[in-house]
């Protein structure tokens, strides 16, 4: 008997049973049903593993003009690399990288790289003279003042570029320079989210003492000195000596003096501040009492 004739005699079988012809086609069906349904329950699906990169994002900052400008998507000259393109518009910093092509070295809007140019853009005009002027803004007209929104809205919105934080005026800087600050003023600034944020500001001000100055490290250095970051127990507190003795001991972070330190001990202190004033740019906000 072929497998033909076979098939068809256990067809007929089962339409005897069953009274019904056609059955085994019903049968066959529920069958391979019932077969798939435990092959998926006694099998593990296989797991496809993604690989997810994701970038940690980085905390707001304040900037100074001076910080600003470094971001003008020109080549650094140490790495070699191109710099990020950064602009900010009415005091909103934005990363438009992304549209360097027009904002970056050759492009059409390049002069607004590394600049304030709220006012540039709600007039509309490339004079060098409504570049870098944040106060500016303050005295636009009706119709000026809503091209300048609209020109947030569209960054913001349907360029989706990243804010990167806030642009301090820097005559608001200059004006706390020569402040004499206690201790416990330092003491009021840890970045600490409990903390009033100035207005202009992107974040709350993080004071640290160094030698006869105090610096705000919210400007470039929340990632560190912020809540959370590797330096952070430093925020709030004249730390000349534990700087000078690269310490975090509690002792070095209460008594700030100096002056029993040897001369290794204070360059190392004087090489902190140059990285403070040149590399890092933190501005100036008072000089500490002693």
Known sequence: MSLADYAREVSLWIDGLTGIHGSSGYVLIFVVVFLGHQFMNTH???????????????????????????????????????????????????DVSDGRNFYGPEGPYEKFAGKECGVALAKMSFEEKYLGDLKACETLNFGEKNELEGWIEKFTYYRNYPIKGKLVVDEDLQSLANRVLKKEDLSKHTGSSEEEIPSGYATAPIYIGAGEKVYDASFGGVEFYGPGGGYNRFAGKDISRALAKMSFEADDLTNSSIEDLDDKQKKVLADWIKTFEEKKGYPVVGRLEK
């Open 44 to 94: 593990e699906p296989p797991i496809i593993e993604m690989e997810k990169e994701e970038e940690e994002k980085e905390p707001p900052r304040n900037f100074t003009s001076k910080q600003l400008a470094y971001f003008d998507g020109t080549k650094d000259e140490k790495t070699g690399e191109d710099k990020p393109v950064y602009l900010s518009v009415n005091g909103t910093v934005f």
